[in-house]
């Protein structure tokens, strides 16, 4: 056979060769890998503050970041439990049933109202400056002593009904930014001890999170300038008092969606 007949024949064989190992030895997009993911959680899973929400007393809304991620992400199941208003508790009892050994995926934000978050945010914004100081401390102290058992519990309860699944546990963003911004806004005082306190409870739940094996996603860089009292905020005021002291559409979309997509890839 003439020397460029040759070549030409063993570079199509070569060709042919790489085309059939390339099938082989590289996944395909038919066969996607399943995803069945479950959100837990609070308000701030709900997605209270986004709106609209569905017609049980949840407030669950579609533009909380937990289906936004399933629609952008065309996941096998999808389930969402969370519910507005829900304690560690309210996780353990009713929201981790509907969990399995097929779930992959779980994500859930809790703790907040374990500690009180409504009733300091309420002391705070309506009270003097040492009841919210009172009620700041009162909240520390239980974060640091009550809550990391009710965490390990709940977290231990996910994984018991979910051995499978891949556990990220969403934290909570300063609520605050402490420029002036009006008479009728809180003081600077009380929104800087808020923030701490919104600090303290970001280690505490990144300490039990690794604790128990899971993911730790820290909002509180993402919502960074776009707290109350930001030129462009992503977490309500006291405009609504459900929604109050909540992450608005965009605080779910640009703040939580971003800080679940950092961790997960």
């Known amino acids: 056979m003439p020397h460029r007949a040759l070549a030409r024949a063993v570079t199509a064989l070569a060709a042919l060769l790489a085309t059939v190992l390339g099938v082989v030895l590289v996944p395909g997009t038919a066969q996607a890998a399943t995803v069945n993911y479950v959100a ?26 937990a289906p936004l991620w399933a629609a952008a992400n065309a996941v096998t199941s999808f389930r969402f439990p969370a519910c507005g208003g829900a304690v560690t508790a309210d996780v353990i009892n009713s929201q981790v049933n509907s969990l399995s050994t097929s779930t992959t995926l779980v994500t859930i934000t809790i703790g907040g109202n374990d500690a009180g978050f409504a009733d300091v945010i309420t002391s705070c914004r309506f009270g003097s400056t040492s009841t919210c100081t009172n009620a700041v401390n009162e909240a520390k102290s239980f974060g640091t002593s009550t809550l990391p058992g009710r965490l390990d519990t709940t977290y231990a309860a996910i994984r018991n009904r979910a051995p499978n699944a891949r556990l990220v546990v969403l ?95």
């Open 171 to 265: 934290g909570y963003p300063r609520l605050f930014e402490t420029n002036y911004c009006g008479l009728l806004a809180m003081s600077t005082y009380k929104r800087t001890i808020l923030n701490e306190a919104a600090d303290l409870l970001a280690t505490v739940i990144a300490d039990r999170a690794r604790a128990a094996g899971a993911t730790f996603a820290d909002t509180r860089p993402f919502f960074a300038g776009h707290g109350v009292c930001a030129a462009d905020p992503w977490i309500r005021d006291v405009s609504g008092v459900i929604e109050a002291y909540h992450p608005n559409a965009a605080g779910y979309r640009y703040g939580y969606l971003p800080a679940l997509n950092a961790v997960l890839g």
């Open 40 to 65: 837990l959680g609070d308000s701030y899973s709900s997605g209270v503050g986004a709106g609209p929400y569905d017609l049980s007393t949840c407030l669950r809304s579609e533009k909380s970041y």
